[in-house]
């Protein structure tokens, strides 16, 4: 069993950057592919940006340009980095470890809030 703790949640003003981080409790080197995920109020849970262990990135189009994943494995933490943050992007970002055969991890989320 792994655990993922999203932080680096807050309130930003638009236009705005948040470095967010997933730290795992358990080696993330072997996973397929890690991601982050969003949920904004009423809406269901949105795919945001997956990484993969080939270190290959791939992005929504409502993010692309904006926002950075990455991972470092030897802190078994992965990131995403938000810049020109609009109020469009405030939700929960959670975070998510993909090992293959079916096994997946999700962190509990951070609040993103982005408002003047």
């Known amino acids: 069993q792994v655990q993922l703790v999203e932080s680096g949640g807050g309130l930003v003003q638009p236009g705005g950057s948040l470095r967010l981080s997933c730290s795992a409790s358990?080696?993330?080197?072997?996973?397929?592919?890690m991601g982050w995920y969003r949920q904004a109020p009423g809406n269901e849970r949105i795919w945001v940006a997956h990484?993969?262990?080939?270190?290959?990135?791939i992005y929504a189009d409502s993010v692309r340009g904006r926002f950075t994943i990455s991972r470092d494995n030897a802190k078994n933490t992965m990131y995403l980095q938000m810049n020109s943050l609009n109020p469009e992007d405030t939700a929960v970002y959670y975070c998510?470890?993909?090992?293959?055969?079916?096994?997946?991890?999700w962190g509990k989320g951070t609040l993103v809030t982005v408002s003047s």
């Open positions: 998510n470890a993909d090992y293959g055969n079916g096994i997946n991890y």
């Open positions: 358990g080696s993330i080197a072997s996973t397929n592919r």
């Open positions: 990484i993969f262990r080939s270190a290959l990135t």
